[in-house]
């Protein structure tokens, strides 16, 4: 079976400090994998979603980036955190929707 | 722009009760829709699945409907226990790409069981 797994589950940083949030999934190949922000009283937004090693889209232009460096790794970084970029971070995989998304269990971000 | 919006926000009614969810959507070029649960401070569980070419999927107590031509799901709870408290997510997947560019997600319901 498919397993996603997010770490760390909680992180306070610093502001102007560098954020890195790992992702890996299990059990599949070659994913649709995707980064989500909850922010305090918003929804849920997309942030960057990859398609195959290598291959980002960037869907809100902001102070974050994303890469994929191998099919089942996704990571989302930052040279110099704000305090804005506080919120839960979700990831999230699917098999191109066929068998909808799945996601994991969150990282919650506190820039301080 | 595929918009999502979930009425009510929230929702308060004693154990026992049955209830209905409500998520409209503007875009009806959809893939497929996705009904998930979020408890405080943790990820998403999803709770059912709908392809856009179907009409309604159930898993026990739940049902959710599709009505694509006029961009409206409903989930169905059938007597509410207090264990189903939780915030309810409503989410479309868009058509072009095969649904590959992600999740629309709606603000969610907020939902209490009152013991």
């Known amino acids: 079976s498919q397993t996603i797994h997010q770490w760390p589950a909680t992180l306070v940083q610093p502001v102007g400090s560098p954020l890195s949030l790992e992702c890996t999934v299990e059990?599949?190949?070659?994913?649709?994998l995707y980064w989500y922000r909850q922010a305090a009283g918003r929804g849920l937004q997309l942030l960057f979603y990859?398609?195959?090693?290598?291959?980002i889209s960037s869907e809100v232009p902001q102070n974050l980036s994303a890469s994929r460096p191998q099919d089942r790794q996704f990571i989302l970084s930052s040279k110099k955190l704000l305090l804005s970029d506080s919120g839960f971070y979700l990831c999230?995989?699917?098999?191109?929707?066929?068998?909808?998304?799945?996601f994991g269990s969150g990282t919650r971000l506190t820039v301080v | 722009k595929q918009e999502v919006t979930q009425i009510p926000a929230a929702l308060s009614v004693p154990e026992g009760e049955n209830l209905v969810l409500n998520c409209s959507f503007t875009?009806?070029?959809?893939?497929?829709l996705q009904w998930f649960r979020q408890d405080p401070g943790k990820g998403l569980t999803s709770l059912l699945l709908?392809?856009?070419?179907?009409r309604e999927q159930t898993s026990g107590r739940l049902n959710a409907s599709l009505d694509k031509s006029s961009g409206r799901s409903t989930l169905y709870i059938a007597a509410s226990q207090p264990g189903d408290s939780a915030t309810y997510l409503c989410?479309?997947?868009?058509?072009?790409?095969?649904?590959?560019?992600?999740?629309?997600f709606g603000k969610g319901t907020h939902l209490i069981i009152q013991p």
């Open positions: 999230a995989w699917s098999n191109r929707g066929v068998n909808g998304y799945t």
């Open positions: 059990g599949t190949s070659n994913p649709n």
């Open positions: 990859s398609v195959g090693i290598g291959q």
């Open positions: 875009d009806s070029a959809i893939y497929n």
């Open positions: 709908i392809q856009s070419s179907q």
């Open positions: 989410a479309v997947s868009g058509r072009s790409g095969g649904g590959a560019d992600g999740l629309t």
